[in-house]
């Protein structure tokens, strides 16, 4: 009876030790996945950054847009302004054109009776 009680004890320690080696081996593959968790955890930290920081770059893109647009409504009205302008000129140019030569006309007429005049004048 005491033989089999040290066979049953020897037995038993036999299925400690292998339990504990099945221990050591689960443990160490569970520190491996906490090893692979902790990077995971890292890469989602650092994904979550770069989506923050891209969400506020396109923030700040999409302010700048809006404020380029103002930018070139306001040229635009600009323009439209000094194209109105622009078209005034040139009308108040070419009245201005035709009156130089219409003074020009009535010079050169005066001119031509001064000299008509003054040749009556030396043959008289």
Do not use: C, P, W, Y
């Not at 520190?31 to 920081?53: F, H, I, Y």
């Amino acid at each position: 009876r005491v033989v089999d009680r040290a066979a049953e004890v020897e037995k038993l320690r036999h299925e400690i030790r292998q339990l504990n080696e099945e221990l050591r081996s689960v443990n160490a593959e569970l520190a491996g996945t906490e090893r692979k968790l902790a990077d995971v955890n890292a890469m989602v930290v650092e994904s979550q950054q770069v989506l923050k920081d891209e969400r506020l770059e396109k923030q700040q893109l999409t302010l700048k847009l809006r404020q380029l647009d103002g930018r070139v409504r306001s040229l635009e009205a600009e323009s439209t302004m000094l194209r109105s302008e622009n078209a005034q000129l040139r009308q108040f140019a070419t009245k201005e054109k035709q009156r130089k030569f219409d003074l020009e006309q009535q010079l050169k007429e005066q001119q031509d009776e001064i000299v008509s005049t003054t040749e009556a004048l030396f043959h008289a």
